[in-house]
Structures are given as C-alpha cells and as structure tokens.
C-alpha cells in the first residue's frame, strides 16, 4: 500500500528519468519519425470518437448506443497512451504514462464484455437491405389493407341503404296499420304494434351507428379544429338532457388541434353522452373535461360522477356492441365506446379509464400533435420507395 500511495503522490514528479531523447542511441531521424507516428495515430484516434459522439447526437435512437460510448472512450485512451509516448522524448512521465495505460485496460476489458453482452442484440440489427424488404412487405400490407377497408366501407355503405328500405317499408306499414285499424285492435294487439315499431327504430339507430363506425378514419384531409367550439356545439345540441338531469359542467380551456373535425365530434359526443347518461338515481351529473399539452402530444379527460365501472369490464366496454346494462335502463347499442377507441386508434393515441363502482368514471385519452393515419404511412412509404 506504501508504494500504491507513494505512486499518486509522485504521480507529476519526473525527477526519476532522463527524457527520451537521452536514453539509448536516438537518430534525430529515429527519433522524430517514432514521434510524428504516435503524434499521427493519437490524432486519428481523436478523429474516431468524436465520428462516434457527433453520429450518436444526430442520429437519434441509435441501437447499443452504450456500446458506442464504451469504444469511442476505448479509442481516445488508446490515443492518449500515444500522445504521452511522444511527449516523453522531452517530459519523462512515466507515472501519467502508467496510469493512463491502466485506464485504457480497464476501458478496454469494458468495451469487450459490453460486445459479448450485446452481441445477439447486434447481430439482430437489421441491414438497410432487410429494411427495404420489409418497407416492400408494408407497402404491399399497406395496400391491401387499405383496400380491404374501402371494400368494407363500401359494403357497410351498401348494406346500411338496403337494409333502410325495408325497414321504412315495416315501420310506415305499422303506423298505418294504427291509424286506420286502431280503434279495431285491443290491447295487446296495439302493444305488438308499438313494440315492433321501438324495435324497427333501434335497428334504424343500429343501422346508422354501424355506418358511422366504419367511416371513422376514412377522411385524411385534417384541419385546424378548435375543441371549445366544438365542445359548445355538442352541449348546445344535448341542452335537453342537460337541464333535465340538473347536470353541472366543468370544462378547462381546450387547445385547438389537427383533426378531421367529425371523428373529434363524435370521440367527444359520445363521451359527454356517456357522463350523462349513466349517472346515479336523484343525483344531478356533474363532468369534469380537463386538458394538458405535453410535448408531443394532448392528454384530455372527461370525468362524471356516475354509477361507475367494475374493473372487470374496462377492456370489454371499448369492444363493439358490447353493453353492461339493459336496453330497459339504458338506451344505446354498444358502439359509443368502441368509437371512441377506433378514432384514437387511428390518431395514434391511446385511451384508457378509471373507475369505481357508484363513485363516477373518468375516461383518459392523448391525441398526437403530428397524427399519422395508415393513408398518411402508405404516402411515406411510397415516397420512400421512389427514393
């Protein structure tokens, strides 16, 4: 331990060796090429690492980018331990010369267990050859799915039109089935006839919402959307329920976002709807619509004090057609929820909820700054392959 500490005291004390130009027989030749070599390595190993520093600053997300630290410090010791065997032709340190080839073993030992550690994850990296075979594969998915979601449009389309007609036909039949033969029918023959009519309306209202689901995402030309307003439009259209139910709102400032503005609308009619909706017997509604910006992204929620949600059925209320309450108690077809998720799906965010049973619901969701929809991916793709 003497020596270990005598070592660090004397670290900068060169008393003990004459420079190098003294020991042996050096040429001024000899001399002077062994210095311009190690002066000539210790400026390309200078010249790696700082490759290695600038490539990992702009080139963000580099994979293993320890690893690249790790051999960027590796080379500029090994630089160093050059540098100092020039120097020492005129400053004997052999001390600093010791010290800093110890670092550069241990840097070095570092450097070779972090290339063994992360060696499978290395060779998993794919090539720019394997990236352009996969951009083709995505391309071609892209392409299909694009137009499997246009055949799927076109058919809900077509089969919402057909199915309207005979449902109109059954329902104005019914009605003038009532009107004229009313007075004729007893009791329960006017209960069938008006049960069969509520049913045709719900199947008429299943109909449409079926249609509006599978239009969400179909329109890529996004707008500037100012939610207040929106948000105003949509209370001023359920005005009817609000002063019913005696319902209190409390509604942060909202951002204005890019959006297509009947996808937002429907996110947030049916998520206002919903607070309204479900809400506990003799107590009046009262929803909560908050809004923060983070750096890339807006995070919103919307919360009631309502019946609540078992944790049992978080995922399942975001499936289509799903319901956790009869027809009896409350309207609706199951689709309001899995609208919301489809529409925020298709923004690129994520939606999420809180609940406790008989306490109230708070719904959470964050839609992107920059939203990126499939046709938009199918654009860049595109564009990249033509590169």
């Not at 100092?84 to 070779?112: C, E, G, H, K, Q």
Request: charge should be neutral; include cysteine; hydrophobic fraction near 45%.
């Amino acid at each position: 331990m003497e020596q270990f500490f005598d070592f660090f005291k004397r670290l900068a004390d060169t008393s003990d060796w004459p420079p190098r130009w003294y020991c042996g027989q050096w040429t001024d030749f000899h001399g002077w090429l062994y210095i311009i070599s190690d002066l000539t390595i210790w400026l390309a190993y200078m010249a790696i690492p700082l490759i290695l520093i600038r490539f990992i600053f702009i080139k963000k997300g580099v994979p293993l980018a320890g690893v690249f630290w790790l051999f960027g410090a590796f080379i500029l010791f090994c630089g160093l331990t050059h540098l100092i065997d020039a120097a020492m032709f005129w400053i004997p340190a052999y001390r600093i010369n010791a010290l800093i080839r110890f670092l550069t073993a241990v840097v070095s030992v570092a450097t070779v267990v972090a290339l063994i550690r992360y060696f499978n994850e290395a060779v998993g990296l794919r090539t720019s050859k394997e990236y352009d075979r996969e951009l083709s594969y995505r391309q071609l998915a892209m392409q299909e799915l694009t137009r499997s979601n246009q055949e799927l449009q076109q058919f809900a389309y077509i089969a919402s039109h057909d199915l309207q007609s005979p449902l109109k036909t059954i329902a104005s039949y019914l009605s003038m089935l009532e009107s004229k033969h009313g007075d004729q029918l007893d009791a329960e023959a006017r209960r069938l006839i008006s049960v069969s009519t509520a049913a045709a309306e719900r199947m008429r209202n299943l109909i449409n919402d079926v249609l509006d689901f599978s239009r969400i995402g179909s329109e890529i030309a996004f707008t500037q959307v100012d939610l207040k307003l929106l948000v105003d439009e949509i209370l001023e259209e359920q005005q009817a329920e609000i002063l019913t139910s005696g319902a209190k709102l409390d509604i942060d400032p909202l951002p204005i976002i890019t959006g297509h503005r009947t996808d937002l609308k429907q996110l947030f009619q049916n998520l206002i709807s919903n607070a309204l909706k479900y809400r506990q017997a003799n107590v009046p509604p009262h929803i909560r619509i908050e809004a923060t910006e983070d750096l890339h992204q807006y995070r919103f929620s919307i919360s009631d004090n309502g019946i609540g949600i078992e944790n049992q059925y978080f995922d399942r209320i975001f499936q289509v057609f799903q319901r956790l309450h009869g027809r009896n108690k409350y309207s609706g077809n199951g689709i309001g929820l899995a609208t919301c998720k489809k529409v925020i799906d298709i923004y690129g965010g994520q939606i999420w909820l809180e609940s406790t049973l008989g306490s109230g619901t708070t719904i959470y969701f964050t839609i992107p700054k920059v939203i990126k929809t499939l046709h938009q991916f199918a654009q860049t793709d595109a564009l990249h392959a033509l590169n």
